[in-house]
């Protein structure tokens, strides 16, 4: 396998507007990425696309774990993990925490269909390895944001997907729960999980993630490996404001300049 994912001239419209411009980008077999850019440059929709929910036009095409060619979005979404703020905030109906990570084996949140006693042991172990098997037999809508959060990783964890999509995972949690959040993704990539990670915040960019993507009114601003696309000059380009970054014990963090 030469690539996870690899997208080539990719125009998407959603609603009738062109949200991605002639997008081009591969992530390779032991990479994980972090795609950075302001609200509204199109970083959700290029997850859809990734994640196959949208269809790029006029020749645009999208290849998925080094098949050449088209693979069945069916086939394809297996392979691949998703946990967003907004797909958690659209859920509200009742099911023990247990439940909402079992259901990772079905196409939706919480269980519609009978599981069984494997996909039951699968589940708590998930939730095990992520340090939340206290909240198996909690109801999904009586935990924190935090914790809610995390059980959805858990989720898409329990299939042992290949790849995982993050799209702004930390949005609503205070510090302390994001670092919770950000010290789980480490050991996601030690189970051989590789991420793509959406964010405006350069404080969540781990030691584990090797390039960055920044994503400018729909089209690639720029990308390469990490440690050559984080300087100031940059990321103050690609956020259209003027902005310092540093580095402290392998984490990264940016203010803006006045």
């Given at each position: 396998m030469s690539f996870l994912v690899k997208i080539k001239n990719a125009d998407v419209y959603v609603g009738g507007n062109k949200v991605l411009n002639s997008l081009n980008w591969s992530m390779g077999e032991n990479d994980n990425w972090e795609i950075i850019g302001n609200n509204g440059t199109g970083k959700t929709t290029f997850m859809r696309l990734i994640f196959g929910e949208l269809i790029p036009v006029y020749g645009g095409e999208v290849r998925w774990f080094g098949n050449k060619e088209r693979s069945p979005l069916s086939e394809v979404r297996k392979k691949i993990g998703y946990v967003s703020a907004e797909y958690q905030s659209n859920y509200d109906r009742p099911a023990l925490?247990?439940?909402?990570?079992?259901?990772?084996?079905?196409?939706?949140?919480?269980?519609?269909?009978?599981?069984?006693?494997?996909?039951?042991?699968?589940?708590?172990?998930?939730?095990?390895?992520?340090?939340?098997?206290?909240?198996?037999?909690?109801?999904?809508?009586?935990?924190?944001?935090?914790?809610?959060?995390?059980?959805?990783?858990?989720?898409a964890l329990v299939r042992r997907t290949r790849l995982m999509i993050l799209d702004e995972p930390c949005a609503g949690l205070d510090v302390p729960t994001r670092e919770t959040f950000l010290e789980s993704l480490e050991k996601l990539v030690r189970k051989r999980t590789q991420l793509i990670y959406v964010t405006h915040r350069i404080e969540e960019i781990m030691p584990c993630f090797t390039h960055i993507l920044y994503l400018k009114n729909g089209k690639v601003f720029k990308q390469g490996r990490k440690e050559v696309m984080m300087n100031s000059q940059l990321l103050s380009k690609a956020l259209d404001c003027s902005v310092k970054v540093e580095e402290n014990y392998n984490r990264f963090y940016a203010s803006i300049c006045q």
């Open positions: 925490g247990w439940e909402v990570v079992a259901s990772g084996y079905f196409s939706s949140i919480g269980l519609h269909e009978e599981v069984t006693v494997r996909q039951k042991e699968a589940a708590f172990k998930s939730m095990n390895y992520l340090g939340i098997e206290y909240l198996g037999n909690t109801l999904y809508k009586q935990m924190s944001y935090g914790e809610a959060r995390r059980v959805l990783l858990a989720r």
